[in-house]
């Protein structure tokens, strides 16, 4: 019984921060099935997220809900005024040129957080409404806070498949990702859906962040979770929305099972070794569609 307990507890560890991987893989996916770009600044939207909040809840005294909703849409309005001021700029400019900008973006903000007076480089935390509270049934008990994490990424991904198959925004993003020529053609305003991409990616990682912050804490190098993101999205197909989801969630329950029952090491390498033997069987990953060119 022991050991049915101790699999549950890590199975739930596994799929809680699968969903956070998932979340922040789902930004990648975003963005790159709009413009094909990468946005390796995709995580440390998640550290500018998490400190709103930590502001929010400490110094204003803000509720943790209130915090959360707040940070998502601060990160929304964000990520509006990076695609306005500084992307749009490159747009008819090498894909190479816009993955650079945006690795130095996450540079810059990563730096700028260290530099604020009440966020520097310390490690902070803030209470939730699920802080040191658990489910308990029988011998068996689940932690709230990784509860919550599940919970709140299934309604957020509720929220985000209802705009995106009934609003007609949601359509038009949609049939822009397929084809950009075919859409303008259809009336569709291309520079609008790339602006709606970037508000919900950068939302996306807010609301990320957030939920993260009662596991990892709040620190300025939380944003480095997108390098176990980024191949969650591999994994799952960089063209795939759900693939993004079910990548993060092997990455994560992979991370959980290897910590428990593997050697000290084995860790931080078995969701790598698992992409490894999944790209050599299926290059296009998991829900990815193979794409060939005729030369």
């Not at 480089?121 to 040191?132: A, E, I, Q, V």
């Not at 029988?138 to 509860?147: P, R, T």
């Amino acid at each position: 019984m022991e050991l049915f307990n101790e699999i549950i507890q890590t199975l739930l560890s596994g799929v809680s921060i699968g969903c956070i991987y998932g979340l922040v893989a789902l930004g990648f996916v975003l963005i790159f099935k709009a413009t094909e770009v990468i946005n390796f600044a995709q995580g440390e939207m998640m550290v500018l997220g998490a400190f709103i909040a930590l502001t929010l809840i400490n110094v204003f005294g803000f509720s943790y809900w209130a915090a959360l909703l707040l940070a998502t849409v601060g990160l929304g309005i964000f990520g509006l005024i990076l695609e306005r001021l500084v992307l749009r700029s490159l747009i008819g400019e090498p894909v190479f040129a816009i993955v650079m900008l945006t690795i130095g973006l996450g540079y810059f903000v990563r730096s700028s957080v260290s530099m604020v007076p009440t966020w520097g480089t310390d490690t902070y935390g803030f209470t939730t409404p699920f802080t040191d509270k658990a489910a308990r049934y029988g011998e068996l008990v689940l932690s709230w806070e990784q509860l919550a994490i599940i919970f709140m990424t299934i309604a957020l991904i509720l929220i985000l498949f209802a705009f995106f198959r009934y609003t007609r925004m949601g359509v038009a993003m949609r049939a822009t990702s397929q084809n950009q020529l075919a859409a303008v053609y259809m009336g569709i305003s291309v520079n609008r859906v790339f602006s709606l991409t970037w508000i919900i990616s950068a939302a996306v990682g807010g609301f990320a962040g957030v939920l993260l912050s009662p596991i990892t804490f709040v620190h300025m190098n939380m944003g480095f979770i997108g390098l176990k993101a980024f191949p969650a999205a591999v994994l799952g197909g960089f063209s795939s929305i759900p693939g993004a989801i079910v990548g993060g969630l092997i990455i994560g329950v992979t991370e959980s099972l290897a910590g428990v029952y593997l050697p000290i090491g084995w860790k931080d390498v078995a969701a790598w070794i698992i992409l490894i033997g999944v790209l050599i069987i299926r290059p296009q990953g998991l829900f990815g569609i193979q794409e060939k060119k005729k030369v």
